[in-house]
């Protein structure tokens, strides 16, 4: 089992982690400032400056779509080189978008690439690899629990050349950016006569399409994380041609989870690289911060703080880089229970890391004057996004439970 790089790739990695110190870090402050400015929901002046110019950077430079393992269209990493390369890009909020690896366009993008017909490639998946546009995957519903996606209840009947969509998403990431252009959503096209996992289908609707309402940001812990932000949407006949229904109906759950694995583990490498650059913060800060006359690294058990969130990152990532080990082998069903434990374990262990730092700023962590309070309700979030903790524990458990019985758990 080989958790490393070859040369060439280290080599990449090291322009990564040099173009995130020098160039994108230095300027986070300043693109998050413009955001208050005018229209939170516009992506103009000094905010599109800052980061579009990045962006060119980053792609004139071949620092460009990295999260492409399996695809002749990427670098050719596999998933353990890549997790290296998300866990750089996760130090920064800006550092995914910077190199073309944020989410949900990655996991659209191989949606695209993988069901896509080769007109939806030549409109969508073009434009999203150049990263001209931007796009959102529409699955939660607000009346409905999400999380067992049998119970997804959208109305998408057919009626001629179309189907027509009726029925409400919410928690639509990336909805609210005016640069979204494409919406890939899960929909019910099958009755109670199917089974109950041939029931939904997976459609690809413009994001202009008459008939779509966007109906409120959805707040976090406060913060509505425009310009991105996670959109409540309505759909009132929304007529979309039948050839946009992704391999068929009845095949969403199939797509799901073709798109959703990569999803998750890119989540988890993400989350270790903003564990990472919280311990570093809070190194720093015990270290040049004095208090009872001494640095705050010698009171308490400060010592035995840092200690553990050194070693519970290093559990973290090897259980992440295991997991991308197996998915690499290709056999998604042997990687699913591996991907649901570091989807509870990386975003607990980055959560506590965060949590810890916050404490050693005191009042200052918990405000504006540091990244750590938006880092805080980002990876809290992810305890619920792409499946909440106990629904990824059910999995390991029923998987560890067949071990020792024949029973169906």
């Given at each position: ?153 959208m109305s998408c009947v057919a009626d001629g050349g179309d189907f027509v969509l009726n029925g409400e998403k919410y928690w639509s990431s990336g ?235």
């Open positions: 089992m080989f958790l490393g790089m070859r040369p060439e790739v280290e080599t990449l990695l090291e322009q990564v982690k040099d173009m995130i110190r020098s160039e994108v870090m230095p300027v986070e402050e300043e693109y998050h400032a413009e955001i208050a400015k005018g229209d939170r929901w516009a992506y103009t002046g000094r905010q599109a400056d800052i980061l579009e110019g990045l962006k060119a950077k980053a792609r004139a430079r071949g620092l460009w779509n990295f999260w492409l393992t399996d695809s002749t269209r990427g670098k050719g990493l596999t998933t353990v080189e890549y997790a290296y390369f998300a866990e750089e890009m996760g130090k920064t909020p800006l550092g995914a978008e910077v190199f073309n690896c944020s989410a949900p366009d990655t996991g659209n993008m191989e949606v695209f690439e993988r069901y896509g017909s080769e007109a939806m490639k030549e409109q969508w998946l073009k434009p999203l690899l150049n990263g001209d546009i931007r796009s959102a995957y529409l699955m939660t519903e607000p009346d409905v629990a999400s999380s067992d996606a049998t119970n997804i209840s909805a609210g950016d005016p640069r979204c252009k494409v919406y890939i959503v899960m929909v019910k096209t099958g009755g109670e006569d199917l089974p109950v996992h041939n029931r939904q289908s997976m459609i690809v609707v413009p994001a202009d399409t008459p008939g779509i309402e966007i109906l409120r940001p959805m707040m976090v812990y406060g913060h509505d994380d425009a310009p991105h932000g996670h959109m409540h949407v309505k759909f009132t006949n929304v007529r979309v041609p039948r050839e946009n229904i992704l391999l068929g109906e009845g095949r969403g759950f199939e797509i799901a989870q073709g798109r959703l694995g990569p999803g998750r583990i890119h989540h988890c490498m993400r989350a270790i690289g903003q564990a990472e650059a919280a311990l570093e913060r809070m190194c720093r800060r015990a270290l040049d911060r004095e208090a009872f006359g001494k640095p705050l690294a010698h009171l308490g058990a400060n010592y035995d703080i840092i200690a553990n969130c050194r070693m519970e990152i290093e559990q973290a990532r090897l259980l992440c880089l295991k997991t991308a080990w197996i998915m690499d082998q290709g056999d998604a069903r042997a990687a699913a229970p591996w991907i649901s434990q570091i989807k509870v374990v990386a975003p607990n262990v980055a959560l506590k890391v965060i949590d810890e730092a916050v404490q050693m700023h005191g009042g200052t962590g918990i405000s504006q004057d540091t990244p750590l309070a938006i880092a805080w309700t980002q990876v809290r979030t992810l305890r619920l996004a792409d499946g909440p903790d106990a629904v990824h524990r059910r999995q390991v458990a029923r998987k560890e439970l067949k071990k020792y019985t024949q029973q169906k758990v």
